[in-house]
């Protein structure tokens, strides 16, 4: 099984479990977004800026890792014609349901996005990719295959972490681990990942994560950082997250 394999199945756990993060929008948030209320995250407490979105209506957007019924949901609201990819088949599932339940058409693709994407060139007007490439070794590859599919103009929409979570233990108060972190080159660090059921997660750079979407021809108009929204690195103030936008 490939390591993408195992996080995939360790993301559908967490979501047997009640994931935060895999919990679809009710349809009373559909509704107020229809009506012009409703906000988005590329990471955990801050609301993506209204002014980073172009005009919506009839804008193809694709969710890349995205899936969970959080985010579709609102863009189909405000007349985006949508996508999803993910790989989790339970994210999946969650954005059909609140389709089939608001009434709106979705397409719904499972596939590994270490992978060559599915789209042909200049497909899309957004993508919006909220924190996830922390569960995948090759970071260049996602920002090559953005640029590639994005029609000229494009933006891209993207939440990461920037690797100070790898360094402390479970409670937050202590390091314990150097960067950068990849288990598939440290077998010690996949054995503490798989005993607290983490998946198989990686420490990026700021030269991976920024730098790489400036590297593959993208141009970077604005960014903020975040915290873990709880714990103890949150209490203090700590940022743990950037979330990006930049365009085509």
Same mark, same amino acid.
């Given at each position: 099984?490939?390591?993408?394999?195992? *996080?995939?199945?360790?993301?559908?756990? %967490?979501?047997?479990?009640?994931?935060? %993060?895999?919990?679809?929008?009710?349809?009373?948030?559909?509704?107020?977004?229809?009506?012009?209320? %409703?906000?988005?995250?590329?990471?955990?407490?801050?609301?993506?800026?209204?002014?980073?979105?172009?005009?919506?209506?009839?804008?193809?957007?694709?969710?890349l890792?995205?899936?969970?019924?959080?985010?579709?949901?609102?863009?189909?609201?405000?007349?985006?014609?949508?996508?999803?990819?993910?790989?989790?088949?339970?994210?999946?599932?969650?954005?059909?349901?609140?389709?089939?339940?608001?009434?709106?058409k979705?397409?719904?693709?499972?596939?590994?996005?270490?992978?060559?994407?599915?789209?042909? *060139?200049?497909?899309?007007?957004?993508?919006?990719h909220?924190?996830?490439?922390?569960?995948?070794?090759?970071?260049?590859?996602? %920002?090559?295959?953005?640029?590639?599919i994005?029609?000229?103009?494009?933006?891209?929409?993207?939440?990461?972490? *920037?690797?100070?979570?790898?360094?402390?233990?479970?409670?937050?108060?202590?390091?314990?681990?150097?960067?950068?972190?990849?288990?598939?080159s440290?077998?010690?660090?996949?054995?503490?990942?798989?005993?607290?059921?983490?998946?198989?997660? /990686?420490?990026?750079?700021?030269?991976?994560?920024?730098?790489?979407?400036?590297?593959?021809? /993208?141009?970077?108009?604005?960014?903020?950082?975040?915290?873990?929204?709880?714990? /103890?690195?949150?209490?203090?103030?700590v940022?743990?997250?950037?979330?990006?936008?930049?365009?085509?």
């Open positions: 099984m490939s390591y993408t394999e195992i *996080n995939a199945e360790t993301i559908d756990r %967490w979501i047997e479990k009640g994931w935060e %993060w895999g919990v679809p929008i009710s349809h009373e948030q559909y509704v107020d977004a229809c009506n012009g209320k %409703w906000s988005m995250l590329l990471t955990p407490t801050k609301p993506v800026p209204k002014n980073w979105y172009p005009e919506l209506k009839d804008k193809r957007v694709l969710g890792a995205s899936g969970g019924g959080q985010q579709m949901p609102i863009f189909a609201a405000l007349g985006a014609e949508c996508t999803v990819l993910d790989y989790s088949e339970k994210q999946i599932k969650s954005d059909l349901m609140a389709a089939e339940r608001d009434g709106y979705i397409n719904a693709i499972r596939a590994d996005m270490t992978k060559p994407l599915p789209f042909e *060139n200049d497909s899309f007007d957004l993508i919006f909220p924190v996830s490439n922390c569960y995948i070794e090759d970071v260049i590859h996602v %920002w090559k295959e953005c640029y590639r994005l029609k000229k103009g494009g933006k891209l929409m993207a939440g990461m972490d *920037n690797g100070i979570n790898f360094l402390f233990d479970e409670d937050e108060k202590e390091i314990k681990y150097r960067l950068p972190f990849n288990p598939l440290n077998k010690t660090l996949l054995e503490a990942l798989q005993k607290e059921d983490s998946g198989v997660q /990686f420490s990026h750079t700021l030269e991976e994560q920024i730098r790489g979407q400036l590297k593959v021809g /993208f141009t970077l108009i604005d960014l903020y950082e975040d915290t873990n929204g709880v714990g /103890f690195l949150h209490e203090y103030g940022p743990t997250f950037w979330a990006t936008l930049a365009v085509k």
